[in-house]
């Protein structure tokens, strides 16, 4: 059977232009645990994300989902173990930090205000809700 070959680069770039180009529901994808999806849920109900944002939340809710695990791994044992170079921070708990951090980059990336409506706004700009003028 004689079959064009394709390249990786044509076929990730059907592969996302077909994903991006569909306008997609905005019910949770079935890949994310419960956290995943409260954190999609939420986040979708909310704010209006275009597609590219869509790919960063799933990034957000896939970490979410990795800290839930990330606990559960460390639950009911120490923090501290013991190994062969002596006591050191159970591994998951390093990790769990290093996800914490991406998933706050993560979200930010996505620039959504978050806390009290009250509370000071984040000096950035172009931060979801803000209005742009076009009087100068």
């Not at 770039?13 to 995943?36: M, Q, V």
């Amino acid at each position: 059977m004689n079959r064009p070959l394709v390249s990786h680069t044509q076929c990730f770039t059907y592969i996302w232009s077909d994903i991006l180009s569909t306008k997609r529901a905005t019910r949770a994808p079935k890949e994310l645990n419960d956290t995943g999806k409260k954190l999609w849920n939420r986040v979708l109900r909310d704010f209006e994300l275009a597609d590219h944002e869509e790919l960063v939340l799933l990034q957000a809710c896939r970490i979410a989902d990795n800290l839930d695990r990330l606990q559960l791994e460390m639950t009911g044992t120490s923090l501290v173990i013991d190994s062969s170079q002596g006591s050191r921070i159970h591994p998951a708990l390093v990790e769990a930090r290093q996800q914490s951090l991406a998933l706050a980059k993560v979200m930010a990336s996505l620039r959504i205000p978050f806390g009290d409506e009250d509370a000071q706004p984040q000096k950035r700009s172009g931060v979801r809700g803000a209005s742009l003028s076009s009087e100068r």
